[in-house]
């Protein structure tokens, strides 16, 4: 069986997160999200909040679950039985990260391969960063995000209003 293992914060998912992961599942058997717990991120949503948003976000999709984990992505792949880990990319910037992100997981698990994605155009100036700031500031984000999520935001900005 291939898995794969697709992480991210998730904070929160966004439609872009949910187009990448159709599309990665359709190449493998088991789709794996990761939602890192990410200590070096201020985040909005606790990883048990995150990792159910990310569940119920991806409910529909046969061949895809959701993990939370931490510490070194390479031996969450490598737990998880999986052979390789999706990234999405929305523009040449990402590239340059996330190419140094990819040499050094590969220089400490080899046998891992990275699968990069490119994002669909409509979803290339879309961030959880940018999705924050429109929510907490009022703005709309039901075209950009999950029903579940938007809510989950306009309750969270009410909370810390």
Request: with cysteine; net charge neutral; proline share 3%.
């Amino acid at each position: 069986m291939k898995r794969a293992v697709y992480p991210g914060t998730f904070d929160p998912i966004t439609k872009g997160h949910l187009d990448i992961a159709q599309r990665a599942a359709k190449l493998v058997d088991e789709l794996i999200i990761g939602v890192a717990a990410d200590t070096y991120k201020h985040n909005l949503f606790s990883l048990d909040e995150r990792v159910a948003l990310v569940r119920a976000a991806v409910a529909e999709f046969a061949n895809v679950r959701v993990e939370g984990f931490e510490g070194l992505l390479v031996d969450f792949v490598r737990s998880q039985g999986a052979c390789a880990i999706v990234r999405g990319l929305r523009a040449v910037s990402d590239f340059e990260y996330e190419f140094q992100v990819y040499l050094m997981n590969k220089r400490l698990s080899p046998q891992i391969e990275t699968i990069f994605l490119m994002t669909t155009d409509n979803y290339t100036f879309l961030s959880s960063s940018i999705v924050k700031r429109v929510a907490s500031l009022g703005g709309s984000v039901s075209n950009l995000v999950p029903p579940e999520v938007e809510s989950a935001l306009k309750l969270k900005f009410r909370q810390t209003s």
